[in-house]
């Protein structure tokens, strides 16, 4: 406990803060038609040893897309590079920025919200400048219909000062803050249950995971900012398909007075109408094949501590929540499909019926007058 007078409350400490973003910019995004037409200058990339080839994203480079401040010149007033530019197949398009610092924690809860603000409106910006380049290649283009954010603030540690439980007991207090985005203290109650979320590796390192962004105790951590940005991706799909159920649920719920054409009940004819329930239940095949791809994309083989990070971040970023809400609404939809398929296969039953008691009655007929 005596290498804790190595530092104090007003060290100050050299790290980065990552900050993560993913825009929806349309339902999908033809990224073959944005390589051949060079929309974007395309970047080379080193794919995961973490991920699946489910989904390649297309890496290109950002500085080309000169985005401009309010005032029309460069806002941000730190330093700052933009590591990762992406865009996605369904329809998303991703940065994550850093911002080297040295200050102390107290220094260092005051700037964040200040750099959050900044580079809110620099995402926007510079997602704004990427969808006027992509525009031509995505289906059903809509900007920012949704957004998500996440940060990651990485500490360097002091060889030989404290180890990563002498940190946290000495700076959880203002950790937990942080992590919320809040300069002052937040309740015991909150700060227990923030700094719970605890995890290390070799015991000289620390990752603290909360709904809004990560603390990390250590200076070998590239690999866990992989899942972070992913993670976030996955929360912005899961929150836009939510949505979209929603607003098919709601419109087919509005068709009250819907009536099936009459067409719709001849049988082999009626397979060639493309009633709101059929789009209903194709949307629901749509969004279960993307969703099992976004959660089955990640292997794990052997890598116990990377599944543990991954699976405490499903958990504080309420994946499994939206998952269960979007299960439950494609559920409802398999019901109404059901309903009006079973109400089809009655009407068909009857219509086949009716014929063949007509034709009996013809052959009778014709048989009589013989």
Known sequence: ?????FINQATKFNGNIYLFYAIDIGEEVDLDKIRKKRLVNTKDFASSPYFKNYHIPLFFDIESLESKSRSGEDFIKYDSYCISSKLHQFGVVSFCYKVPFNETIDDLRTKLVEIKKDFDFKAEQEAAKTFERVNSAIKKPR???LDSFYFAVQIDPIKGAVSPEE???MFGTKIASLLRLETLRLSEYQEKEILAATTGYSGLDLIIIDSEGAFIYDDEYFDSLEFFEFTNIQQLELQYFDRLLDEKLNYFYS????TIPWTAYIPFLGQRFNLPVSVLAQLRVDISVITERLENSIKMEGEAYYLRVYSMLREKMGLSGWRTS???KLD???DLYAVYQDRL???HEEVLTMVIIILIAVEAVIAFLK
């Open 1 to 5: 406990m005596e290498n804790i007078n």
């Open 143 to 145: 900007f920012l219909n």
């Open 167 to 169: 940190f946290k007991n």
């Open 255 to 258: 068709q009250q007075n819907y």
């Open 326 to 328: 979007i299960s439950r």
């Open 332 to 334: 409802i939809i398999q």
């Open 345 to 347: 296969d009655v009407i």
